[in-house]
């Protein structure tokens, strides 16, 4: 490196310096203030937006029914079925669509632990370890069902075993901890 600088004129060196600054400038405009513009200019669309429906209150109307109907099917999406239910009924409610998609899948649902979780920001964690029985695919398909009918859940941990000698269509043990997460109101 010193034999590099020592090549270097004074003026070659600066012009390094100065490009280098360049660069770094460039980096912040483009990390920093162009999404902070884009935002601000986001912001100026709602406020125009806003002021022009106060005029008219039809329009303002609309706009509250658009969000309110995007703010029910992100609950939904979040929470699926579950979303309206009280705290205390969430529990059995999870276990009792566990045991349909057992049954509509040719899977045994062997038992269902729940344990509280962690609280991760302003949800608090449901975790449901369970302990289940079946074939590949119908696993497969329960896994699916369960992910449609409850909304956001997560698998934690995931463990298979085999349960039989049987090689075309093994049947296997499958252990899972599923997160469900409800938010704190």
């Known amino acids: ?62 706009r509250l029914l658009e969000e309110d ?22 529990e059995a409610y999870i276990i009792g669509r566990l045991q349909t998609a057992s049954w509509g899948n040719n899977v045994e649902l062997v038992g269902v632990e729940p344990a ?23 696993l497969y398909r329960w896994l699916w069902d369960v992910r449609n009918d409850l909304g956001y859940i997560v698998i934690k941990e995931y463990r298979l075993v085999r349960e039989d000698d049987d090689d075309a269509e093994p049947l296997l043990g499958a252990d899972l901890s599923l997160a469900s997460y409800r938010s704190i109101e």
């Open 116 to 138: 509280t979780g962690e609280r991760v920001q302003s949800f608090q964690e449901m975790l449901f370890n369970v302990r289940l029985n079946g074939r590949y695919d119908d």
């Open 69 to 90: 109907a995007r703010i029910k099917d992100l609950r939904h999406r979040l929470h699926g079925d579950m979303a309206n239910l009280p705290a205390k009924q969430v």
């Open 1 to 62: 490196m010193e034999a590099l600088l020592a090549k270097m004129s004074l003026r070659e060196l600066r012009l390094a310096l100065l490009g280098l600054g360049a660069v770094v400038t460039s980096a912040v405009v483009v990390g920093v203030l162009v999404p902070k513009a884009k935002a601000l200019g986001v912001a100026r669309q709602t406020i125009a937006e806003l002021e022009a429906s106060a005029e008219d209150g039809s329009a303002l109307q609309d």
